[in-house]
């Protein structure tokens, strides 16, 4: 066995670039695999598994994932409103409802998404078991008589935004420089990092986005704008959702049958997670793509190996010949030439580690800022040892035909000097 | 007891024509242990063919080897390679060094297939062949007569009983093989292995006290064999 490393040794060494090629490649291979893995189980983890506070949204009338995609998660356009009195009656008059929640969107700064709510969402709202939004040292929730705003962590990285910075909403979910709405709203709060989309939120009161200049409620039907001093009748107030927090599941399927099966006005999304899981099952083959991209990088670069192993062995037929003449047995050099490639498919998986880290720094950073769902490289996923366990196998697989080759060099034949 | 004992060899080859030539016919040939032989013989008479044969590196057609009383021919090929690594000691006339490894590590390889490395017992044999400052060197990074050298040390290392030295000194210029066929007759000695060297250099053939026709040994070109 000493006589096999030793042999291996010097022939990584004396191939020392081809060597490096092919543990490039399989790094890149194995980095990529465990990267679609990880990154796959996490992200449905993140979006459809765990607690995410709440258990149904109520908003307007149309699709369930659109609606969790707009209240939890903070992506794409809101599908609509419903009326404020949907909300205080949920809040009301159903004791299985622990806790309502509405949200008002529509606006924006700098693309980071303004939402409109009561200061509940910092006393009562828990976004895991027992962990409410917590704010900084220094700040505070938003007063709901001012034009206060707390910000997530993300929108303080992206923004610059400090304490006690003000700035103007613009209106829309994205973007634009020509939408500036003329109110001054304060920096009272900023976020601790939560890991969650909430991370790329500014809270404000819900009262503000009722008043924000351009702003028209249709509460009753009819158009209504606010009076800068008058209050606001609550007929023609209107919320985009609705977060409900339930005593128990048997209280979402009561209100899916009134809202959902019997209603018209209103769409209820319970359980949120279920309503995840479907649209992880229908982008399903995306993933399968790129697990099928994986697969295919790793059978390319597990036949590099095979291919620049392969190309070795005529150079050293009389190497090969020469160990025999020590008393080297067929089966000794047939296995230096399979450790070698196992060898070569676990340096490269060490490698491959390297790579994982690297591509899940930049999804990790990608994902965040768009989602504020954080990845995170060190979970570990069983991809993280299969697939290096894996690699070493295919690699000492990928030896054995240059290894056939080695086997059955002709000693005597290759002893004697050619040309 | 002899230590080598050949009986009815016989190997041919198919020539490229296809049809199947004698190359060696061996009726009869014994060594005792520790003894030195040398064999003259022109190119092309068979020699190295007989070494291999004796290493077990080539299977006979037909006859006996035996080692110490044991029929080296009759084994398999694996049985056969733990025999070489155990018991013979192999010089080339190209040396055959491997070329990737150290002087030491080359020594090292001749002793790993058999009873396993000594690296203080490799060390000991660089040293005695004065290569001792030389250890670290690659093949390419020492003299002719130097690589030489540490073949011998090589084929020394595995304590064998019978070192094969096909043309040892056929690369080397007359002083330096004269000295390196000291070294290697020295050494052999030294440990008490017994040595069979054949070749057609007359300068080297004329140092032994006797020395024998490898045509007369081996019928296969004297038209003697029967049939
Ligand atoms: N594998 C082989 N196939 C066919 N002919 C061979 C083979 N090996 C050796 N020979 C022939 O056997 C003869 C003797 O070769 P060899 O034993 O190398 O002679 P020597 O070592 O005395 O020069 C040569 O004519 C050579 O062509
Ligand atoms: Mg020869």
Redesign the pocket.
Known sequence: MRGILLIVRRSLRQHLFSTTITVLSIALASGLTMSVFSIQSQSREAFTGGDLGFDAVVGARGSQLQLVLNTVFHLETSPGNIPWTLYTELRDKYPGVELAIPYATGDNYMGNRIVGSTPEIFTKFEYKKGRKYAILEGGRPFDEGYAEAVIGSVVSEQTGLKLGDTFNPFHGIYFDPNARHPEEYTVVGIMDTTNTPSDRVIWIPIEGIFRMTGHVLRGTGEQFTADAVAAIPDAHKEVSAVMLKLKSPQVGWQLDQMINKQGKVATLAHPIGTVMLDLFNKVGWVNRILELVAYLVVFVSAAAITASIYNTINERKREFAILRALGARRRTVFSAIVVESACIAALGSLCGFVCYGAILLVAAQVVRQQTGVVLNATTLHPSLYLTPLGMVLLGALSGVIPAIRAYSTDV??NLAPHS | MNLLEIEQLRKG???PTGEQTL?VDIPAFTMTPGQHVALR?A????????LNLIAGILKPDQGQIRLEGRDIAALSESQRDSIRANSFGYVFQTFNLLQGYTALENVTLGMMFGKGSDRAYAEQLLHKVGLADRMHYRPRQLSVGQQQRVAVARALANHPKLVLA?EPTGNLDPVHAREALRLIREICAESGAALLLVSHDEGVLEQFDSCTDFLGLNRAFTGGAGG
């Open positions: 005597a034949e | 080859f198919r020539a190359i013989g190119s092309g008479s068979g020699k190295t063919t007989f096909d």
